[in-house]
C-alpha cells in the first residue's frame, strides 16, 4: 500500500501514520525525521536545510523535492510506505507526482485527519513548563493539570507557555497549514485519491476509521 497522511499539527498525524507502517509494514517516510537526521549528520542537504528548520522557517520545495527523488531514485527505493509530512503544498505534490510516475508507483490514497481548529487550539494549548532550569517539569491542562492552577506541583514556579503552545501563534500556524493544504486535498480530491477521516477520539478509535476508509476505498 502506497498512502499520503495530511493533517494539521496537533491532529495526531505522525502516531497513526507510524501505526499504520507499523501494523501493515510500511514505510515510514516521516520528511521532519528525514531532515533532522541530515542536519545531524552534515549531509549537504541538512546543512542546506539548518539554517531554515533552527528558526523554525520551512525548508525550501526544491531542496525536500530533491531529498525525496534522491531516495526514490535510489535502489532504497520505498516500494510500500506512507509518506508524513509530504507533499505539503500542490507545488512539491506535482513534483511528487512526477517522481512517483518516473517509478511507475501509484499512490493507494491520500488519508486527511480532518480535526477543527477549536479543537488543535485547545489541545496544543493545554501545555504548559516550569520555567525554573533545576525542574523543567511539564504539564497539561486537559491530562496531567497542576494541583493549583498556573503552579509548579515540584517547586512553586509560575508556570509558562513556550512561544509554539500560545494560542495566537497555534491559529497563525493553522492559518498557514490551511492556505497550504486546500489546494493540496483539491489536487487529490481531483485523482480521486482522497480520504477524509475525523482525527477525534482515542489513538486506537481513529486507527480503526481510518481502516474501514481504506477498506471502503477498495472495494
Ligand atoms: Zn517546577
Redesign the pocket.
Given at each position: 500500500m502506497r498512502l499520503i497522511f495530511i493533517g494539521p499539527p496537533g491532529s495526531g498525524k505522525g502516531t497513526q501514520a507510524k501505526l499504520l507502517s507499523q501494523r501493515l509494514g510500511l514505510i515510514h517516510f516521516a520528511t521532519g525525521d528525514i531532515l533532522r537526521e541530515a542536519i545531524r549528520l552534515q549531509t549537504p542537504e541538512g546543512k542546506q536545510a539548518h539554517p531554515y528548520m533552527s528558526v523554525g522557517k520551512m525548508v525550501p520545495d526544491s531542496l525536500i523535492n530533491a531529498m525525496v527523488d534522491a531516495r526514490f531514485r535510489s535502489n532504497e527505493c520505498p516500494n510500500r510506505f506512507v509518506m508524513d509530512g509530504y507533499p505539503r503544498n500542490l507545488a512539491q505534490a506535482v513534483s511528487f507526482d512526477a517522481i512517483l510516475n518516473e517509478c511507475k508507483l501509484s499512490l493507494d490514497a491520500v488519508i486527511f485527519l480532518r480535526v477543527a481548529d477549536e479543537e488543535i487550539v485547545k489541545r496544543l494549548s493545554a501545555r504548559w513548563n516550569?520555567p525554573?532550569p533545576t525542574?523543567k517539569?511539564t504539564y497539561n491542562t486537559q491530562f496531567k493539570p497542576p494541583k493549583s492552577p498556573g503552579i509548579?506541583d515540584?517547586?512553586g514556579?509560575p508556570l509558562m507557555q513556550r512561544e509554539d503552545d500560545k494560542p495566537e501563534t497555534i491559529q497563525r500556524r493553522l492559518g498557514i497549514f490551511h492556505e497550504l493544504t486546500n489546494a493540496l486535498l483539491d489536487h487529490y480530491r481531483n485523482q480521486g485519491l482522497l480520504v477524509e477521516v475525523p482525527g477525534i477520539g482515542e489513538i486506537d478509535a481513529i486507527y480503526r476509521s481510518v481502516e474501514q476508509a481504506l477498506a471502503a476505498r477498495k472495494r
Amino acid at each position: 500500500m502506497r498512502l499520503i497522511f495530511i493533517g494539521p499539527p496537533g491532529s495526531g498525524k505522525g502516531t497513526q501514520a507510524k501505526l499504520l507502517s507499523q501494523r501493515l509494514g510500511l514505510i515510514h517516510f516521516a520528511t521532519g525525521d528525514i531532515l533532522r537526521e541530515a542536519i545531524r549528520l552534515q549531509t549537504p542537504e541538512g546543512k542546506q536545510a539548518h539554517p531554515y528548520m533552527s528558526v523554525g522557517k520551512m525548508v525550501p520545495d526544491s531542496l525536500i523535492n530533491a531529498m525525496v527523488d534522491a531516495r526514490f531514485r535510489s535502489n532504497e527505493c520505498p516500494n510500500r510506505f506512507v509518506m508524513d509530512g509530504y507533499p505539503r503544498n500542490l507545488a512539491q505534490a506535482v513534483s511528487f507526482d512526477a517522481i512517483l510516475n518516473e517509478c511507475k508507483l501509484s499512490l493507494d490514497a491520500v488519508i486527511f485527519l480532518r480535526v477543527a481548529d477549536e479543537e488543535i487550539v485547545k489541545r496544543l494549548s493545554a501545555r504548559w513548563n516550569c520555567p525554573n532550569p533545576t525542574c523543567k517539569a511539564t504539564y497539561n491542562t486537559q491530562f496531567k493539570p497542576p494541583k493549583s492552577p498556573g503552579i509548579c506541583d515540584d517547586c512553586g514556579s509560575p508556570l509558562m507557555q513556550r512561544e509554539d503552545d500560545k494560542p495566537e501563534t497555534i491559529q497563525r500556524r493553522l492559518g498557514i497549514f490551511h492556505e497550504l493544504t486546500n489546494a493540496l486535498l483539491d489536487h487529490y480530491r481531483n485523482q480521486g485519491l482522497l480520504v477524509e477521516v475525523p482525527g477525534i477520539g482515542e489513538i486506537d478509535a481513529i486507527y480503526r476509521s481510518v481502516e474501514q476508509a481504506l477498506a471502503a476505498r477498495k472495494r
